[in-house]
């Protein structure tokens, strides 16, 4: 019976997948140290002033600070790494002739790559789940913690989508602003707020300022206000006052987030909610799509790599080689990043601007080796 690695190389020689899996695990696990060791005391060097500012601020807050800045950094650059680990390996094995010795010995280009596609396939799933699983959650207490100028008291415990600050949603002619928004069961607490009532012909025929608020079941009740008429130019105090507004609460608590530090779940839930409103979803739809996809722009660095491996050898040295293959892999970020772009403006459908990068990058990359088989 054929092992598993000659289900990759196509025959039966699984130390040599072996082989190929191990250099390319290892020289990624270097390269991705290097370069959160790099980043990481970059963006300390500009933090550092703002982390020990606040009164009782220690070295523990510097410590916090790594531990949940790292998680965010590491799943941002694991397919670059990913993609210079394969050009470097690759670059090697062709200097050193062992490319041309295994294709000698009858294999193919596709098969040489297989075990770093199939070493890939793996890293982009386990990214995906580290991403879900540790370094959203990261992200969304870090972005907490910056909002309370990283106060040393600041608790990171709870669940940080019950407490939304700086809100700010517009909706049918009605701007709702409010400096925070907690939520209890049912119920939305609102403090700070500011509310702008458009007029049919335009601007503003009334603004109320509140100090407190709350929504229940789609109605909200504002306390101690002060509401002034811009066309009468008068303002009365006011103890309270009923508002239904097409406002839902889970509006209040995206709006003010980042989509990028939501679970997935707290995406579908706000994308369900604007579709039954009728507010444009686009730009949440692209964030929740590209969140599958993205880890999987792995899958096609071992495609950029193989011009490292096998082509433009007389055309230029290995420097050279490198450095194309480089370029072609830093274009697919940024051909992702205008996709991605485009699909949060809802110039392209968000399902379109989340595959097309892959589907693109893989089609030019398998016709490639494909051509030099």
């Not at 054929?2 to 082989?19: K, N």
């Not at 972005?143 to 700086?166: I, Q």
């Not at 309270?240 to 507004?245: A, G, K, Q, S, T």
Request: glycine share 8%.
């Amino acid at each position: 019976m054929r092992s598993w690695g000659g289900y990759l190389v196509g025959v039966d020689r699984p130390i040599l997948v072996r082989r190929l899996l191990r250099l390319f695990f290892w020289r990624w696990v270097l390269i991705l140290l290097v370069i959160l060791g790099v980043l990481q005391v970059l963006d300390l060097l500009s933090k550092a002033d703002d982390l020990l500012a606040p009164a009782g601020a220690t070295q523990a807050a510097v410590w916090r600070y790594l531990e949940l800045r790292l998680p965010e950094l590491t799943s941002q650059f694991t397919p670059f790494a990913a993609l210079l680990s394969v050009l470097i390996v690759l670059m090697g094995l062709s200097n050193s002739n062992e490319v041309t010795a295994m294709r000698v010995g009858g294999l193919s280009a596709m098969r040489i790559l297989a075990p770093f596609l199939f070493g890939c396939a793996l890293m982009a799933l386990a990214h995906f789940g580290f991403h879900e699983l540790v370094a959203q959650p990261a992200s969304a207490r870090l972005a907490a913690w910056e909002s309370a100028k990283y106060e040393p008291s600041f608790s990171l415990t709870g669940k940080l989508s019950d407490v939304s600050a700086n809100v700010f949603v517009a909706e049918s002619g009605i701007i709702l602003k409010a400096g925070r928004a907690t939520r209890l069961g049912d119920i939305v607490q609102l403090s700070d707020v500011t509310l702008y009532e458009r007029a049919p012909e335009g601007g503003f025929k009334r603004v109320v300022f509140a100090k407190t608020g709350a929504l229940r079941n789609g109605r909200y009740d504002l306390h101690d206000l002060r509401s002034l008429t811009l066309s009468k130019g008068q303002a009365v105090s006011i103890a309270d006052e009923m508002f239904f507004l097409p406002i839902s609460a889970d509006r209040l608590f995206a709006r003010s987030r980042d989509p990028e530090r939501s679970t997935l779940g707290e995406l579908s839930r706000l994308i369900s909610s604007m579709r039954t409103e009728g507010s444009p979803s686009t730009e949440l739809e692209t964030v929740f799509w590209r969140r599958f996809f993205r880890p999987t722009g792995a899958l096609v660095m071992p495609f950029m790599g193989a011009v490292a491996g096998f082509g433009l050898a007389r055309r230029g040295g290995a420097v050279f080689r490198l450095l194309i293959g480089g370029a072609l892999g830093f274009s697919y970020f940024v051909f992702d990043s205008v996709l991605a772009s485009l699909g949060e403006l809802g110039v392209i459908a968000p399902l379109f601007a989340a595959t097309a990068p892959l589907a693109v990058y893989a089609a030019l990359g398998l016709a490639f080796v494909l051509s030099i088989d």
